[in-house]
């Protein structure tokens, strides 16, 4: 792939300041299980090439699906009429020094290959888990899935980048709705679609699975006769896997540098942050710590280079509470002054990369889930996320969760259902006042984080400890 793609860089008689290919190869399988009842077993590839051209400081942009020499010419040259009619009007001028020459590869970590287990295989392991799911008669659903991706990407341009990525990624969920009369609970494996990883097949044999799913068809059941969280103020103590879909909402998306410049405001919303706030804006308490993690082996959205061939570096986004940089690419630094990550990323071969996620995460401190919880007088626990709503500058929020527990005098008491919790976003962070350890800090992930016109789903990874949040408005729901 490397030679043919240099050779057609290098015949390319287009007078551009730069251009740069991505090309892309993706196989995918899926696969889901209901009630015992095989739904889906699909397999899908695609490949194709993104051309990049720069000209008088516009970028232009072109797809195909063919390699052919010819085909990435007349893409590269539908990208330089773009840019040549677009530079008349551009908002900011690109250079070069936003496409540096970038030379490297990144490998996912993996044990087992995708083809260690036939589909028949993987089928027969999700039906064993729907049937081992049905605990009660008053399981009235079980579901079960699987998807695998193993994508290869090769980026090169006409200033000597050559970076060649392979990633292989596995999502697993599994879950179990049930019914007494009116009242109908759901439980899954930390909410939905929320554990996608970077790896190989092992991830889908886990060791403590059986045991894992049993206790989510009893939890499913448990809760048809737990007590309705109660409407109140106290101290909330959310598991990482409620705290993935805190940090992804209420961090991950107000700091993307594109939503703050407006480029986003009529589709996915703005942001409460500014840009004068980078460097200034107390964001929560001291005990925040954010971090920008694309080198964390196995987390979802790890790589070493984003799709434009910026190095993908660790990077403190909110250090002891204060915001310090955003998610923004090597061109939306230039434009907004603002200093940014290596997160220019596409979901596919036709897409351009825009600005994205990667993998945020909280980091540990010092405190046990044992110690957490024996200090507090009064509070409740919440796991796994049901529901969520926030506007569109990421400011107000409502979170609700499938699983929660009262705390009672440092103990965990009465299972409770339908809990839900509601606040602002700066309130959210200044009020957290415990963060748990390495012990109990987990990563989780999803693939459906979606943004742009036209529409990109693309794959993020959130870690994070147990963490308490003083003074927080918790209530219950319907049934």
Not at 26 to 33: A, D, Y
Not at 150 to 156: D, G, I, L, P, T
Not at 268 to 280: L, Q, T, Y
Not at 382 to 408: H, P, T, V
Request: aromatic residues 10%; negative net charge; glycine residues 10%.
């Amino acid at each position: 792939m490397w030679s043919e793609l240099k050779k057609a860089i290098a015949s390319f008689d287009i007078p551009a300041d730069w251009i740069g290919i991505r090309a892309v190869k993706e196989t995918s399988t899926s696969r889901s299980v209901r009630d015992g009842l095989p739904q889906t077993n699909g397999k899908s590839f695609t490949v194709g090439a993104m051309l990049e051209v720069l000209v008088n400081g516009c970028l232009g942009y072109a797809a195909t699906n063919s390699l052919e020499p010819s085909s990435l010419e007349a893409a590269a040259q539908t990208a330089y009429k773009q840019a040549l009619a677009a530079s008349e009007w551009w908002i900011h001028p690109f250079r070069e020094s936003e496409r540096p020459k970038v030379v490297g590869e990144y490998k996912s970590p993996f044990l087992e290959p995708f083809d260690a287990l036939s589909p028949g295989e993987i089928n027969d392991l999700l039906v064993r888990i729907c049937q081992t799911l049905k605990v009660d008669d008053k399981i009235v659903q079980t579901i079960a899935g699987a998807s695998t991706i193993e994508r290869e990407s090769w980026f090169v341009s006409s200033n000597g980048s050559e970076v060649y990525q392979k990633i292989l990624s596995i999502a697993t969920h599994y879950g179990a709705t049930a019914q007494d009369g009116s009242i109908v609970q759901q439980r899954s494996n930390n909410g939905s679609q929320a554990n996608c990883y970077q790896g190989g097949l092992e991830l889908l044999k886990q060791e403590n699975l059986w045991h894992r799913v049993r206790q989510i068809g009893e939890q499913a059941v448990e809760l048809l006769t737990a007590e309705e969280c109660p409407t109140t103020r106290t101290n909330l103590v959310l598991a990482p896997d409620q705290m993935m879909l805190q940090i992804h909402e209420s961090v991950g998306h107000p700091l993307e540098i594109d939503r703050i410049l407006g480029d986003e405001r009529n589709y996915a919303g703005g942001s409460f942050v500014n840009k004068s706030d980078f460097g200034n804006l107390v964001y929560g308490s001291p005990l925040m710590n954010i971090t920008f993690d694309p080198t964390v082996a196995g987390e979802f959205a790890s790589y070493g280079f984003d799709d434009t061939g910026a190095v993908a570096t660790r990077e403190y986004l909110v250090k002891e509470g204060v915001l310090q940089r955003g998610l923004g690419s090597l061109e939306s630094q230039a434009r907004a002054g603002v200093s940014g990550v290596a997160c220019a990323r596409a979901s596919s071969w036709n897409r351009p990369a825009i600005d994205r996620m990667g993998n945020l995460n909280l980091e540990p401190l010092n405190a046990s889930f044992e110690d957490i919880i024996s200090g507090i007088e009064h509070g409740v626990y919440m796991e796994s996320n049901r529901s969520w709503s926030i506007d569109d500058r990421r400011y107000k929020f409502q979170f609700g969760c499938e699983y929660a527990k009262l705390i009672e005098n440092g103990k965990l008491t009465k299972t409770l259902r339908n809990p839900n919790y509601r606040a602002t976003t700066p309130e959210f962070w200044h009020s957290l006042i415990q963060v748990g350890n390495a012990e109990n800090w987990q990563m989780y992930g999803t693939p459906y984080c979606g943004k742009g016109e036209p529409n990109q789903a693309i794959w993020v990874g959130h870690g994070s400890p147990v963490c308490v949040f003083a003074n927080v408005e918790v209530f219950g729901g319907g049934s």
